[in-house]
Every structure is written in C-alpha cells, then in structure tokens.
C-alpha cells in the first residue's frame, strides 16, 4: 500500500467518525447518515482498489477509471459553486431587506 | 394638508465633503430632503442633518439601489407626491431638480428621467462616460424594451403612483436599469428632460469604472434571466 492511500484511509474514517458523531448527537438523520456512510465506504474501496473504478467507466463508456472520477468531481463541484452563488444572492436580498427595515424603522422614532 | 409635497431623496456614501453644500442647494426647491447614507464610514450622515436633510442611515453598506429604495420608501411615509431622486456627488443642480418635481406637479406624466443625452448640454459629457452610456442605453433596451436617451441618470422623478408601485430587487448601480423595466412593466407615462451636468474631478472620480460596469452589466443579465 502507497502512502497516499494510507493517508487518504485515515482521512475517509476521520470524515466518516464525524458523521458518526452527528448521529450520536442528534445533528444529523438517519438518511444522510446512511448517505455519507455509503459514499465514504466507496472511497475507502476505491483508495484500496482503484482498479474497481475502471470497471464503472467502462459502463459509462469512460477509457480510464480516474478520469470518471475526475469528471464527476467537476460535475459536482459545479453544481455547488452555482447553489453557493445562489445562496450568497438570497443571503444578499435577505441582509438588504433587514437593513432597510431598520433604517426606515429609525424614521418612524419622532 | 392637500397641497403637492416635493421631496428630494438622495442615496450618499461617504460623501462627507460635498454633501451638506448638495443638500444646501436642494432644500431651496423641495419641501423636503431626504438623505439615505448608506451605510458611510465618515460623517456623511452627520453632514447633511446640520446641513437640513432628514437623515435615514443603512446599519452597513447595501449599494445605490437599495438605498434609492429606502429613500424612496421613507419620502412616501412622509406623504410625498413628487419625489425626485440626485446624485449626492454634486454633479447635478439643484435648479434641474426642482425642474423635474415641476413637471412631476403638472400631474400628466409618472416618471421623469433628468436626461444628460439632449438638449444644449448634451457633449458636455466624457467621451467614455458617453461610451458607457451607450452601452448602458443599449443593454436596457434589448433587456427590458425601453428605449431611453440616459438609462443611467441618477436624476429621476417618480409620481406617488410610481412611487407606490416601484419594487426594485437589485442592490447596486444596474437599479438604473432595472427602474427603466419598471416603467414598462406598470405602464407608466415617462418623459426625459434635458439636465447639465457638472463634470468636477471629484464627481469623475466617483461613478462606475470600467470594471463596476461589467459588474453591473452581468447582474442585469442575471436579473433578466435568473429573476
């Protein structure tokens, strides 16, 4: 085994003690917690294993199991830059409707 | 008290140098003047109190078009019937001013724009400052459909109507814009009227620059496609 993949291991079961954590705690529910059991087991199998990812590429018609990865990675990576943007907008309007109610509220004060 | 109410509203940040003479000026054609400092790091707001304008103060800064709005708001509570909007810069003249209330008490119109683009002053403009506005101009007709000599003049007037129905939702500079989709979207009467504009280096050194146009244009975009 690499380093890397000893490191990357350590990583996926810290990650995945937290999750474990939230759930003790009351913090995070059973569905997301199953969730992100699931996806920090795939990783730790595919660090071990990274041969298993050639497989699913083939399915998807993708030469090399990294590059699978690799794509999805941005797939998903842009898809939360985008909820972030939108969000920061949301956050924008709601901190302009607050601070405009409270200056107009001043106004009212004789 | 029946009478017409002319009100002045002026969104202000950071103008502590000029914004008491600006509001000295405007006084002199209003009822009433209406500061929004915007959330000013310097004694803006203080300024123009001792100078004679109703100060409302946003908590942090919110950008020109919010605190258009919030001034806009505050000139309706206070029972306004014309309400005019200036730049707090002192490129406008108060004599301009009260020629848009003027024709906002004529009762036959809903929104007059202080245009910079017509009459005698016009080509007193900057040659880029023309550009811009250009562009500016050209963005706002193929995004909401009005055509307009100077989309991007801080010198407006709004009747009560208008006032009443006017629901901005972007932040910055690009509410220039979006006030002129307003127009179309509640069919208000418009008309634009020739203004000068007094072009000194610290009002030049204010404005949008080059980047804080594509800024603004990009969040007109967004506001016409992403709502």
Redesign the interface.
Known sequence: MNPIQVVLILFALFAWSRVVNGLRRGTLPLTPFLLWTVFWAGVVVIVVRPETTAAVAHVFGVGRGVDLVIYLALVVVFFLVFRLFARIEDLERQLTRFVRAQALKDLDKP | MATAKRVIVIPAYCEATVIGHVVRDAVRVAHAVIV?DD?STDRTGDEARAAGA?V?????N??AG?AT??GI??AT?LGATAIATMDADGQHRAEDVGRVLDRLDQGDVDVVIGSRMIGSERGRMPAHRVLFNRIGNLLTFVLFGVRVTDSQSGLKGLSRKAADQLEL?T?GWEFSSEFINEVRTHGWRLVEIPIAVIYTEYSLSKGQSLGGGFRTAAKLLSRRFLG
């Open positions: 929004v959330g109703i409302v103060r946003h908590a942090i919110r950008g919010a709005s919030t708001d505050a509570r939702r932040n």
